[in-house]
């Protein structure tokens, strides 16, 4: 199914004002992941102070309504305790990206980052992970995992909890059973993010320089040998889902940076009770919830500890096609089943990610307004690509060898764009 831009509503988030400032608080990590875009170890845990002014240049650019503390795995920096609460005094929402593993029989950590100010964790568990006690773990298997941390989260209760998953070709037709999970889940799963791998291949094809220099990266995404796992489209995705479920449907996206017709995030927002789902919000929706929160606090928004929804928020149907068709779908399985009007109703999101692409000229095709900015030596870099100004102090350029040169996907610049430069 080709998705349509013209029917979603794109996010108006820009570099300068943006709800989510990615904040890395060390580069070690407890486990390795075939997609983790990151050097383990190669400079270690950041002191506390430069994770404070890093928080602090990120709320003054950024205008952040949330902090994703990442890594490396950041629960295993000794202070985390105290940056999680220095983001929160600060006003700003802090949400952990973690593997879980220091979480898996530590309740008690859980807590403490509760008290502390953390809003939540998105944790990432899939099958290409090197997991201590989980190696050679199917997708399936791993539930049992997943499931441990939504019951853990939830009896803490006032946490957001959502789970990623890296999508190979290889473990892309799995898609659909996380989302029967999460559905299933959904008084206590308020969200799922799919992330698309990506690498580039150096089999020949391009040429890479930093500061007209030539250089043979050693980044963890430039690799050699063939590329041919490495390709998968939001829309692969989203396709994924919407063959299985009916009820799904996005309504939210961003673009990309080269190109007009890439797709880089999707999100939706999907409406049911632990019984049944009955829809996803429409465009509307989508854009009243950032209106809304701009209005009122300032900034863009895009994460809530509460997923739980009045049913009076059916009334957004006068205005939103996608509340419409769900109110219609709940109000007929209320008449059937009385039960239902007295279950709680609530909102279960999609993220749909994909990654930079590399193009047949050169060019990278980023994500726009890239929600994942965070901070290197005092300024804004793309956090995908971090390892590139660690590694050679900038970006890395790619240039196709002459003889593989696609014209026909390099744009004709017209008179006026020449004469502009």
Not at 254 to 274: H, N, P, R
Not at 310 to 319: G, T, W
Not at 374 to 403: F, M
Request: glycine share 8%; with cysteine; net charge neutral.
């Amino acid at each position: 199914m080709q998705l349509s831009k013209q029917a979603l509503y794109r996010f108006p988030w820009s570099g300068n004002d943006n709800p989510i400032g990615w904040l890395e608080v060390t580069d070690k990590c407890n486990t390795y992941c075939r997609g983790c875009y990151r050097i383990n170890g190669m400079q270690g845990h950041k002191p506390i102070e430069q994770v404070k002014e890093e928080v602090a240049l990120l709320k003054k650019w950024r205008n952040c309504d949330n902090i994703s503390i990442a890594g490396g795995e950041p629960l295993i920096h000794p202070e985390i305790l105290d940056i999680v609460a220095y983001i929160r005094s600060l006003k700003m929402k802090p949400l952990i990206l973690t593997n879980g593993i220091k979480l898996e029989d530590d309740r008690q950590l859980m807590v403490d980052l509760k008290k502390a100010g953390a809003v939540g964790f998105t944790f990432h568990i899939d099958s290409e992970q090197q997991r201590p006690h989980w190696k050679g773990k199917t997708e399936i298997e791993l539930f049992e995992l997943r499931q441990h941390f939504a019951d853990m989260a939830h009896s803490i209760g006032g946490l957001f909890a959502s789970f990623g998953m890296t999508v190979y070709p290889g473990n892309i037709d799995f898609v659909p059973t996380m989302v029967t999970w999460a559905n299933k889940n959904i008084d206590r799963v308020h969200g799922l993010v799919f992330i698309g791998f990506r690498n580039a291949s150096m089999e020949g094809t391009y040429n890479y320089f930093v500061g007209g220099q030539q250089i043979d990266p050693k980044t963890t995404y430039v690799v050699d040998g063939d590329s041919s796992e490495s390709y998968l489209t939001s829309t692969d995705v989203y396709n994924k889902i919407k063959e299985h479920f009916p009820h799904y449907e996005t309504s939210a996206y961003m673009g990309g940076s080269q190109t007009e017709d890439k797709i880089t995030w999707l999100v939706s927002a999907q409406l049911g009770t632990t019984h049944k789902m009955y829809g996803s919000v429409g465009k509307k929706v989508m854009e009243l919830f950032q209106s809304i929160h701009h209005l009122q606090h300032g900034t863009y928004v895009i994460y809530s500890p509460s997923n739980k929804i009045p049913k009076i928020a059916f009334l957004m149907s006068l205005f939103d096609k996608g509340v419409r068709a769900t109110s219609g779908a709940f109000w007929r399985e209320a008449l059937r089943h009385p039960a239902e009007f007295f279950r709680p109703l609530y909102v279960q999101s999609i993220g749909i990610i994909q990654g930079p692409d590399l193009l047949a000229d050169g060019r990278i095709d980023m994500c726009e307004s890239c929600p994942d900015m965070t901070v290197w030596n005092g300024r804004l870099v793309h956090s995908c690509r971090l390892d590139e100004w660690r590694l050679y102090g900038n970006y890395i350029n790619a240039q196709p060898k002459p003889a593989v040169i696609d014209t026909a996907s390099i744009p004709v610049q017209t008179e006026t764009e020449l004469v502009g430069k």
